[in-house]
């Protein structure tokens, strides 16, 4: 998400580069990357874990976005994202090659589930639980840990070439064909 999200605003800020250059505007986009925040947890694992994330592998400061935003308000001549009429301060994470998964491996785990009455509280423990267990297990910090429920209709579900809903009807009638 991060990767369109920071790429939309590199795009929205081309254009109105071009729409404002005619008028003497300056446009320009900071893009933070890997910064330590209150946002962060400041726990050896996690700052450990960001560290990882970028290829110098330090963590920028609050200060450092000040210093780009002083830097470029100050210019008569920077305008846009980056390239050679602006900059980029975010570590050079997004112009990097992908992660290592030797390095910084970020769980994703899927749960799929048919549409039959899952409560929000039995999500909840199981996305605990799955956390817990790859924190257990592989030693993957909950911070890198992804967990997805997926409800699946009972017509979208099948198994020895029935569908969940015609295999719960015959086990409501008694049926076992």
Do not use: C
């Not at 300056?26 to 960001?50: M, R, Y």
């Not at 817990?132 to 997805?148: A, D, H, N």
């Amino acid at each position: 998400m991060l990767f369109r999200i920071k790429g939309g605003l590199n795009h929205a800020t081309r254009g109105l580069v071009l729409e404002l250059a005619p008028y003497n505007v300056k446009v320009n986009a900071v893009a933070p990357g890997i910064f330590n925040t209150p946002l962060h947890n400041q726990d050896e694992g996690t700052q450990t874990f960001l560290k990882a994330l970028s290829p110098s592998g330090t963590i920028g400061n609050p200060k450092d976005v000040v210093d780009a935003e002083l830097y470029l308000t100050d210019s008569s001549f920077t305008s846009g994202p980056r390239g050679g009429s602006g900059r980029r301060f975010d570590g050079r994470y997004l112009v990097t090659q992908p992660l290592s998964l030797e390095n910084t491996t970020m769980p994703y785990v899927n749960i799929r589930v048919t549409k039959e009455g899952v409560t929000a509280e039995q999500k909840l423990a199981l996305i605990e639980g799955a956390t817990e267990l790859l924190f257990q297990v592989l030693g993957k910090p909950p911070i890198s840990t992804f967990v997805v429920i997926d409800e699946v209709e009972t017509d979208n579900w099948g198994w020895q070439g029935k569908t969940m809903t015609t295999i719960r009807k015959e086990q409501k009638n008694g049926s076992e064909e």
